[in-house]
């Protein structure tokens, strides 16, 4: 009998854990056993389960993901982590990958995106979304041609979740419609966009997207007619 490949989930919203678990299951040599929506417990049930492969989200309620990936990694250096996130800007995918994860996946990424991106790194090897790398390459040739600060101290203050509603904010993106995106009420984006502009100094909508722009967020050119 072929043995099957173990696999935990590592997501704080239940629904999108269980569209995983979904896409999963269609290949039978794919069994999930265990899912949690917190780093903390991530670390306590690979240390029970020893799954061949986490995967992890960025934003975590109790600490960032990235973080959650590296202690994973420090434990069990068999068990590969592939990221499954939101997240697509530079810096969290070379983190993601110093931290030990071998794959990198957005999560409007097709079914069989996803499956294919397990197959890959349960095999040892490295894999990148498709849609990532050109954003990748895109954000790398445009930093040669025209350099800026990525980030700067105040922004690195920002947790993984403010740092992710920070981006939808410099769009400019309403609460309700954050919230939507993120399955979190409009009453606690508010929240975090509170502590973002505590944070980081700023007292307007308008300072909000300056910033972004300077820390390589946004590109205010791309919003000129």
């Given amino acids: 009998m072929t043995h099957k490949k173990t696999i935990l989930l590592v997501d704080d919203h239940t629904l999108f854990r269980e569209g995983l678990k979904a896409i999963i299951c269609r290949n039978p040599l794919y069994e999930v056993v265990g899912e949690t929506g917190r780093g903390d417990a991530a670390l306590q049930m690979a240390r029970a389960l020893r799954p061949d492969l986490a995967l992890v989200d960025i934003s975590l309620p109790d600490q960032s993901g990235i973080e959650a990936a590296l202690q994973l990694k420090k434990a069990l250096p068999k068990t590969a982590v592939m990221m499954v996130t939101m997240h697509s800007k ?95 009420s409009p009453k606690t984006v508010e929240n975090h966009r509170s502590s973002i502009m505590r944070k980081l100094g700023i007292h307007s909508s308008v300072e909000l997207v300056r910033y972004a722009a300077k820390v390589g967020i946004i590109d205010l050119d791309l919003w000129k007619e």
């Fill in 90 to 184: 530079v810096d969290y995918i070379v983190s993601a990958f110093k931290a030990g994860a071998t794959g990198f996946v957005t999560k409007d990424s097709a079914p069989e995106r996803l499956l294919q991106a397990i197959d890959i790194v349960l095999k040892g090897e490295y894999f990148l979304d498709s849609a990532v790398s050109q954003k990748v390459v895109q954000r790398l040739a445009g930093t040669r041609a025209n350099p800026k600060s990525m980030t700067d101290a105040g922004y690195e203050t920002l947790t993984p979740r403010e740092q992710e509603i920070f981006a939808f904010l410099a769009e400019g993106q309403s609460l309700k419609h954050i919230g939507d995106r993120l399955f979190i």
